[in-house]
Nanobody
Framework: QVDVVESGGGSVQAGGSLRLSCTAS????????MGWFRQAPGKEREGVAS??????YYADSVNGRFTISRDNAKGTLYLQMNRLKPEDTGVYYC???????????????????WGQGTQVTVSS
């Protein structure tokens, strides 16, 4: 059972930066794909980025602005978010799934260990 706690959200103006953290336990780096997701009000949860060992994947909407990384010694997953836009607003979650053929942030129902999420609000 993977357990996670997300933190680091906040309110920023467009163009600003935030770094999210996800403290995770109950998984092994070599066998799990870790992902970040977000959910805006009235919208479905969408995958943002994922990482498996040294390989990362990004959704088109964040590619070039967000960076996912992990510190296995600390059991922590990060999401560095730069050049934030109002459309990045939402609750951000991290989750994990056993590694299969690919490590991509979706579909969300293949991931588990969902935490409470952390709110990110970007104002224009």
């Amino acid at each position: 059972q993977v357990d996670v706690v997300e933190s680091g959200g906040g309110s920023v103006q467009a163009g600003g930066s935030l770094r999210l953290s996800c403290t995770a336990s109950g998984y092994t780096e070599s066998t799990y794909c870790m992902g970040w997701f977000r959910q805006a009000p009235g919208k479905e949860r969408e995958g943002v980025a994922s990482i498996y060992i040294g390989s990362a994947y990004y959704a088109d909407s964040v590619n070039g602005r967000f960076t996912i990384s992990r510190d296995n010694a600390k059991g922590t997953l990060y999401l560095q978010m730069n050049r934030l836009k109002p459309e990045d607003t939402g609750v951000y979650y991290c989750a994990a799934k056993p590694m299969g053929d690919r490590c991509v942030p979706g579909p969300a129902d293949e991931f588990n260990g969902w935490g409470q999420g952390t709110q990110v609000t970007v104002s224009s």
